[in-house]
């Protein structure tokens, strides 16, 4: 394999192949090398796919480790809390890296939020959107004009949808919730 390809350091990487193994694949990041394991007889060119993926997998476990591990999300987002509904709300926030098509989900049972790590590098303005948008639906949990009433409040509203949309929103993602009214 090349040096270097799909940004991925091969040099870094120590591939283990094994004739017991017959379907299975796995890896592990050991002192910042990863280790990938192999059935023996793969060709060459699923051999580069599994390690592609298995490198990424583990470059997503990082960056979302790295990204909750600060606990600026959840500082943040009691901040909003305090101003926009009275600091009443409890609720665990985190970002994730398997949102793909929305920015934030909310399950009001158990009071989780999780934040698409997207917005991660996007506006603080557009990150609070998301998580007041999220808080909401612990009040709220539709899309109803009580529950845009709560999001309304918040100045930046319009402007943050319109940002969302423009960098390219998943197709089932509800900025407005027009379909829910």
């Known amino acids: 394999m090349d040096e270097k390809y799909?940004?991925?350091?091969?040099?870094?990487?120590?591939?283990?192949?094994?004739r017991r193994r017959k379907k299975t694949v796995q890896a592990k990041e050991?002192?910042?090398?990863?280790i990938v394991y192999l059935p023996a007889g793969l060709d060459k060119n699923k051999?580069?796919?599994?390690?592609?993926?298995?490198?990424a997998k583990i470059k997503k476990r990082k960056k979302r480790e790295k990204l909750n591990n600060d606990g600026l999300l959840q500082k943040r987002a009691q901040e909003l809390n305090k101003?926009?509904?009275?600091?009443?709300l409890e609720f665990e926030i985190k970002y994730v890296t398997n949102?793909?098509?929305?920015f934030g989900s909310c399950s009001p049972k158990n009071k989780k939020i999780r934040i698409s790590d997207r917005l991660a590098?996007?506006?603080?303005?557009?990150?609070?959107?998301?998580?007041i948008h999220?808080?909401?639906?612990?009040?709220?949990p539709?899309?109803?004009?009580?529950?845009?009433?709560?999001?309304?409040r918040y100045r930046y509203t319009e402007r943050a949808k319109g940002y969302l949309i423009a960098v390219g929103m998943g197709v089932d993602e509800k900025i407005d919730g027009k379909e829910d009214d």
């Not at 949102?99 to 929305?102: A, D, E, G, Y």
């Not at 539709?142 to 309304?152: A, E, G, I, R």
């Open 121 to 131: 590098d996007m506006p603080q303005w557009v990150r609070d959107y998301v998580i």
């Open 47 to 55: 051999e580069k796919k599994y390690v592609e993926e298995l490198v």
């Open 6 to 18: 799909n940004n991925i350091d091969y040099s870094r990487i120590k591939i283990i192949r094994s």
């Open 83 to 88: 101003k926009y509904f009275d600091g009443k």
């Open 99 to 102: 949102q793909n098509h929305r």
């Open 134 to 140: 999220e808080l909401a639906h612990l009040i709220q």
């Open 30 to 34: 050991v002192k910042g090398n990863i």
């Open 142 to 152: 539709n899309h109803s004009k009580k529950f845009w009433q709560l999001v309304n």
